[in-house]
């Protein structure tokens, strides 16, 4: 298993911006392909960002134009900007790793999950 921790959630009002973090151990974000995936509470998890090794990012149609996930190769981390943020932004975040094929905004393509970080937007 790899441990992947996430940060930087919390609350905000609405057109606010967050900036989510994801650090690990014993995993380089650099030699594959990583994700960022939310859940509200009664919904299933669904794909937010995705990034590859050579850098080129797919977003769900929910954060184009407001969210930017993005890699820093010397820190290992794997963050996710958040901008105009809506109350249907809320829920908890996760950032994925080890993928294994497939679409790459797909929970199913994917070993390795942090515990996830809350986001709540207040209107």
């Known amino acids: 298993q790899v441990p992947l921790v996430e940060s930087g959630g919390g609350s905000v009002q609405a057109g606010g911006s967050l900036t989510l973090s994801c650090a690990t151990s014993g995993y380089d974000f650099s030699t594959s392909l990583a994700g960022w995936f939310r859940q509200a509470p009664g919904k299933e998890r669904e794909g937010v960002a995705r990034i590859t090794s050579s850098g080129d990012t797919r977003y769900a149609d929910s954060g184009k134009g407001r969210f930017t996930i993005s890699r820093d190769n010397a820190k290992n981390t794997l963050s996710l900007q958040m901008n105009n943020l809506k109350p249907e932004d809320t829920a908890m975040y996760y950032c994925?790793?080890?993928?294994?094929?497939?679409?790459?905004?797909?929970?199913?393509?994917?070993?390795?999950w942090g515990q996830g970080t809350q986001v709540t937007v207040s209107s």
């Open positions: 994925a790793a080890g993928f294994r094929g497939g679409d790459a905004l797909d929970p199913s393509s994917y070993r390795y």
